[in-house]
């Protein structure tokens, strides 16, 4: 077991549901509940130091439950470390926000729900940010289609009666 | 979306694209302006987002290289080496040192190109258009090299999981080294037109500052983190496709302005052209790719002569390449910062899931707060300092 992992259970204990260390970065589990708790603790205090959140990834695994897996992907500049901090959730249960962390983290939370259809409790400003606001649906679900159809309706423009062309 | 609700009476709103010259690329900046001052901007991105991650659920290893092409697209290389790494590491496997040193070249002169870019369309944003043609006539010729190696200026696919697409011809070693001859002339060049250059230094000094621990915390990396002072290159930090094996610095700025981005491209443009010395210097023999029948096809003779060479060709361009179950994430340093690749995979030969971080994403969304309480010429000014590119951003 690695030095950092080690550490992590020292500090967070019952917190720390499980723990991967076959593939890299290592990665640690906790439950939703805990989350900003431990990310706060992981930012601020001194053995981990990991200053840079650099990517939030969403997983969605269908038939599962619960259904979604939420990665974290933390890097530290202070000791050149990496970690993957991992949550799962299930489908409209809510994760919470790391603004308060991280400011950076709000585009990332944007685009967790805008993608899968995660809530982020306490996001001020929880949009649509890569599909258009009118779009239905979150793309990156496993039931979401990988080839629509355009359904009749939408097919041409109801004012402009010379386009016939079906698009 | 932007909404009026909170617009006061006695501002102007000012749309800054979709379509404008200074975002090179679709992406919406609404400017709350108070007279010539920005209040306030808001953002709007997603125009040129096309589904790249729903997309490698459906392909193989292999066969979502190209869309990596149509990311950013100013650096193309890059990015293809970035994911090759990222799925090596998820296999498992190690390119032999020739392939490595060969896209640590590729991967530098990409970088001086992206660099050209940056530099050379920040500056003609700014009014200096001079510096735009000296530059551009280097990225010409690094494209031409490009173009040769592999037959596309910009969609290149320039790698494969395990190695490279092909090994480079015979005049590869003297055309590098006529680039190497050339580009400092076009950088120096520059550097007398631009570095001292009063106007050059009003428009850019101070304009578009961030505080180191506002730019960590924002998630910025590469040259805008490096110019706020922080010497974080992971290139040196975390080393990977045998850069531990080149001699570079890491050049860092002051202030994290504008004019310190600029100083930071022009320093490492220069470093590149020492690690390419050096790899060309001391590029091995042998191959290019890995010799693993499951990773890379084989050569064409055993293809055409022998049952086992038609038989891996054959599974392998079916089947794709199969990951154990299992995730991986890796990053690596490209022009604009960290581009990473969190991979998961659950033993088939699709990706369970592919998320890219790109560089730019993160850098983006500090945009307001930088823009705030200046000007709208400075607001294109930094815009093009961060090099923001849409293909990216919005993947």
Redesign the interface.
């Known amino acids: 077991m690695s030095e950092l992992i080690e550490t992590i259970q020292k500090r967070f204990g019952e917190k720390i549901v499980s723990v991967q260390e076959d593939f890299r970065p290592r990665s640690i589990r906790v439950r939703v509940g805990d989350l900003v708790e431990v990310m706060t603790a992981l930012k601020n205090e001194e053995p981990f130091r990991f200053n840079q959140i650099l990517d939030i990834a969403g997983v969605d695994f269908l038939n599962q439950k619960p259904r979604f897996l939420v990665a974290y992907i933390l890097l530290s500049t202070v000791t050149n470390k990496r970690l993957i901090v991992e949550t799962d959730v299930d489908e409209f249960e809510p994760v919470p926000s790391l603004i308060g962390v991280w400011c950076g983290a709000d585009w990332f939370e944007r685009e967790l729900y805008d993608m899968f259809g995660i809530k982020v409790k306490g996001h001020p400003n929880l949009k649509r940010i890569l599909m258009s606001e009118d779009f239905e649906g979150h793309p990156l679900r496993k039931d979401f289609p990988v080839r629509g159809t355009v359904p009749p309706e939408q097919r041409y423009a109801p004012w402009d009666k010379r386009r016939t062309r079906e698009y | 979306?932007f909404t009026f609700e909170k617009h006061k009476k006695d501002t102007m709103i000012l749309n800054l694209g979709p379509s404008h010259n200074a975002t090179h690329g679709t992406l919406r900046i609404v400017l709350e302006l108070d007279g010539e001052r920005i209040v306030d901007a808001s953002l709007e991105?997603?125009y040129l987002?096309r589904?790249i991650?729903?997309m490698a659920?459906?392909r193989t290893y292999n066969g979502f290289i190209p869309l990596t092409d149509r990311m950013n697209y100013v650096s193309p290389i890059m990015n293809n080496i970035s994911y090759a790494l990222a799925v090596e590491?998820l296999l498992g496997i190690e390119v032999p040192k020739r392939g490595q040193y060969l896209r640590v070249i590729m991967n530098e002169l990409t970088r001086i190109a992206d660099h050209l870019v940056a530099i050379g369309t920040n500056v003609v944003d700014i009014g200096a258009l001079t510096n735009y043609f000296y530059f551009f006539k280097e990225r010409e010729r690094i494209y031409d090299l490009i173009e040769k190696m592999v037959g596309a200026r910009l969609t290149t696919t320039f790698t494969r999981v395990g190695g490279l697409a092909r090994d480079v011809n015979g005049d590869f070693a003297s055309d590098i080294k006529f680039l190497l001859k050339e580009i400092p002339k076009s950088i120096n060049d520059v550097d007398k037109l631009l570095t001292k250059n009063r106007i050059f230094m009003d428009r850019t000094i101070n304009v578009g500052t961030i505080t180191q621990d506002?730019a960590?915390?924002?998630?910025f990396?590469g040259p805008v983190l490096r110019a706020t002072g922080?010497a974080?290159d992971l290139r040196k930090?975390?080393p990977y496709s045998g850069y531990e094996n080149f001699d570079f610095d890491i050049p860092t700025g002051e202030n994290g302005d504008t004019y310190d981005r600029y100083l930071v491209r022009m320093e490492e443009m220069r470093q590149s052209l020492r690690i390419i010395q050096q790899a060309i210097d001391h590029l091995p023999d042998g191959p290019v790719s890995i010799e693993d029948p499951h990773i890379t096809l084989p050569p064409k003779e055993d293809v055409y002569n022998t049952m086992e060479g038609l038989i891996h060709h054959f599974m392998l361009i079916m089947y794709g390449i199969k990951a154990k179950p299992?995730?991986?994430?890796?990053?690596t340093e490209v022009a604009n910062g960290?581009l990473?690749f969190?991979i998961?995979s659950d033993g088939e030969q699709y990706p369970?899931?592919l998320?890219v971080?790109p560089p730019c994403?993160?850098i983006f969304?500090?945009f307001p707060e930088m823009v705030r309480g200046l000007l709208i010429s400075d607001a294109v000014a930094i815009l093009g300092s961060l090099n923001i590119v849409a293909g990216e951003l919005?993947?």
């Open positions: 979306m991105i997603g987002h589904g991650e729903k659920e459906q590491k506002r960590l915390e924002y998630g990396t922080l974080w930090k975390q299992g995730y991986v994430y890796f990053g960290e990473g969190y998961v369970y899931r998320k971080r994403f993160a969304q500090a919005d993947r």
